[in-house]
């Protein structure tokens, strides 16, 4: 089977920095991707692993460990902005283009 | 960056009729266009992969009948809901990509298609 997990809600102030951890368990991984949606919006592409280690874009960054199947998104300073869900999910192919399957997403609550 | 459309942005429909839902690649030319369905406070579901010029393939509990897929040229697919019931009730998104070297691939999300089932 196939699976990842992730927290169902995390809440912060802002300005803080939160971790978002996802845990997969599934055969044939190529990396993981992160996304974040607003509510009634599309999902937004933030970032992907294919190899150990992070990667950082901006304000957020994204590790990996594929030997531990666990990775994570850290978002640093916070703003009101960044309250949503924020998805891990894994591609069937080395690249961010394939079947995509998705956690089942954490609500963040950014508070003033 | 590339940009993907959906229409109609949402959608209520009697119990019984069709639905078509359309998703369009505006400014590039989409190989490959999938198709999801998510319900309230729920993950993202893969409903389908969708190849231009071929037939699509379903993932595992999708009904094909129900669901059908067409993806007639690189710039549009379309998702057609038959015989819809209340139980069909959800937010149905769109992506699109064009597969180019595993670098340059990448997966633009449409803005989705709330359809209500009444």
């Known amino acids: 089977g196939q699976s990842l997990e992730q927290p169902s809600e995390v809440t912060a102030v802002e300005g803080a920095i939160v971790q978002i951890n996802c845990t997969y368990q599934t055969s044939g991984f190529y990396g993981l991707s992160w996304y974040q949606q607003h509510d009634g919006g599309a999902p937004t592409f933030l970032s992907y692993?294919?190899?150990?280690g992070l990667e950082e874009t901006g304000r957020f960054s994204s590790f990996l460990s594929r030997s531990d199947s666990y990775g994570y998104l850290l978002l640093q300073e916070l703003q009101m902005k960044d309250s949503a869900s924020y998805f891990c999910?894994?591609?069937?192919?080395?690249?961010?283009?394939?079947?995509?399957?998705f956690g089942r997403g954490t609500q963040l609550t950014v508070w003033p | 960056g590339a940009v993907v459309s959906q229409h109609p942005s949402w959608v209520i429909c009697k119990s019984g009729t069709s639905v078509k839902i359309e998703c369009r690649s505006l400014d590039f030319q989409a190989t490959t266009m999938f198709w999801y369905r998510q319900f309230p406070k729920q993950s993202l579901m893969l409903m389908a992969t969708?190849?231009?010029?071929?037939?699509?393939?379903?993932e595992q509990g999708v009904e094909k009948d129900k669901f059908l897929i067409n993806h007639a040229s690189l710039t549009l697919s379309t998702l057609t809901v038959t015989s819809a019931h209340p139980e069909d009730s959800s937010f149905y998104i769109c992506?699109?990509?064009?597969?180019?070297?595993?670098?340059?691939?990448?997966?633009?999300f449409g803005p989705g298609t709330r359809l209500l089932v009444l």
């Open positions: 969708s190849n231009e010029g071929s037939k699509a393939t379903y």
């Open positions: 999910a894994y591609s069937d192919r080395g690249s961010t283009l394939g079947r995509l399957y």
């Open positions: 692993n294919a190899l150990d």
């Open positions: 992506s699109a990509g064009t597969s180019g070297g595993f670098n340059q691939e990448t997966q633009y």
